[in-house]
């Protein structure tokens, strides 16, 4: 069973549109967190909630939202989207927000805006 | 300065030889440390945590020095399904966790 799973893997659109990436952990994690990976290969956190409620927003333009319905999933919501947004978007959680905690992560959906 | 920095790379070994990995960190509240492998085109995955005391998990060994803000992992006998980035975490109590940009490895024959 995939612990942590992310929707698509892939996401090719235009410039413009609004597209989601999904996310849920079936690990009972508490903490979830959206990652970005440029194409410098650094990765930047984005998000942070912690049971539903956000904890974490760093400089992240607003047209990001993110969204957690319950604490098993964390959606990604970008509105009109932007070539320099085309980066691998990696969703994670762990267990709390305490020391020792490990970081888990999804499989990551690689975005292109055209 | 960037919170977390680590040797530039990339490094090319050959098999079996010994490579080490450098971390430098500047937040001195950071209280969890780890080193993270990521694979081409894959999601990061633990490798192992960094304990003050130093610890060992088979052909990796992890140290950690909090005076100098300074991380490192050995690695041992190197197989080529070794190579990967290799990321340097570092983590403060109730606050998020920094990524370095990451070393990478290639192994070869």
């Known amino acids: 069973d995939t612990a942590v799973s992310q929707t698509p893997k892939y996401l090719v659109t235009q410039m413009g549109n609004d597209k989601s990436i999904k996310c849920e952990q079936n690990?009972?994690?508490?903490?979830m967190y959206w990652y970005k990976q440029d194409s410098k290969k650094f990765l930047k956190i984005m998000f942070s909630?912690?049971?539903?409620?956000?904890?974490i927003n760093e400089t992240v333009p607003n047209r990001f939202s993110p969204k957690s319905p319950d604490k098993a999933h964390l959606n990604l919501h970008i509105n009109s989207l932007e070539l320099g947004d085309s980066a691998v978007y990696f969703c994670?959680?762990?267990?709390?927000?305490?020391?020792?905690?490990?970081?888990?992560f999804g499989s990551g959906t690689q975005l292109s805006v055209l | 300065r960037k919170e977390v920095e680590q040797d530039p790379g990339p490094f090319n070994v050959p098999e079996g030889a010994t490579v080490a990995f450098n971390c430098t960190y500047s937040?001195?509240?950071?209280?969890?440390f780890f080193w993270y492998r990521q694979d081409c085109r894959k999601e990061p995955k633990l490798l192992m945590s960094?304990?003050?005391s130093g610890n060992e998990d088979g052909r990796f060994t992890a140290q950690l020095n909090r005076a100098s803000q300074y991380i490192s992992l050995l690695i041992r006998d190197s197989k080529l399904s070794d190579s990967a980035t290799y990321l340097c975490?570092?983590?403060?109590?109730?606050?998020?966790?920094?990524f370095g940009p990451g070393t990478r490895l290639s192994v070869l024959p």
């Open positions: 994670a959680s762990s267990q709390g927000w305490g020391t020792n905690e490990k970081l888990f």
């Open positions: 690990l009972g994690h508490d903490t």
């Open positions: 909630y912690n049971n539903k409620e956000l904890i």
């Open positions: 937040n001195s509240a950071s209280q969890s």
């Open positions: 960094v304990y003050s």
């Open positions: 975490v570092v983590r403060g109590y109730g606050q998020n966790f920094v």
